[in-house]
């Protein structure tokens, strides 16, 4: 596994969390609403990449990231405070669901556990970090919705399956399913994950389709969509 990954305008060492950087985080960081969003809450920030994409996007932005894993919230720590934007990213290192602040956030980013019972990739933090019984998809959502501002967006990414039982879950809790991108490896591919975003304010519904590779590469929307963080895409 590498240890470290560059980015244009950031680093992220990974240390021994146990959480590489991946797609799916990437993807859901630059897919993420954020525009004009003073306040963002970043829940389970595991190495800062998410808080650290939304820091580099949107300039106006405080970031509070909160992350329960000791060995995850030391190298967040350290990867925020080698960033230019160490000013604006705060770290918590505590459970989400004891964590009581005095506001509501215009954002909420999240990249939660999905592993059920029985189904760990592997022992240890990683393992951790991808399990469900750590944070139920209802306790998330339930506490997503009270630290939401009333006209706030709240975004997720997880697999087809799992992200299907999410928004169930989610309109449940009250939540609006306002946009909905169906992330496929390459065209021919069946659909693989789901970036979600819900509000409690009934906005219109947006939905459409990503495909990551083409068959020359990566897609033009993936580009578009990467191309401020990834290195040599241009």
Known sequence: MNKSFTFKQFHIDIGQCGMPVSTDGVL????????????????????????????????????????????????????????????RIQLFHQDILSYLPEKTYDAIICNPPYFSNGEQSKKGERSFARHTDSLSFGDLLSQSKKLLSPKGRASFILPLFEGTKFIEIAKNNGFSL?????????????????????????????????????????????????????????
């Open 28 to 87: 859901l960081g630059a897919w993420t609403d954020i525009n004009k969003c003073q306040s963002i809450l970043d829940i389970g920030c595991g190495t800062g990449l998410l808080s650290l994409m939304c820091a580099q996007r949107e300039a106006l932005s405080h970031i509070d990231a909160v992350e329960l894993m000791p060995a995850a919230a030391k190298i967040a720590q350290k990867n925020i405070d080698h960033s230019p934007w160490h000013d």
């Open 178 to 234: 306002t946009k909905l991108t169906n992330v496929k490896t390459t065209e021919k591919k069946e659909v693989s994950r789901l970036l979600i975003e819900f509000s409690i304010f009934p906005y219109n519904f947006q939905e459409n389709i990503l495909i990551i590779h083409s068959e020359n590469g990566y897609s033009d929307d993936f580009i578009k969509l990467t191309r401020c963080f990834y290195l040599n895409m241009d």
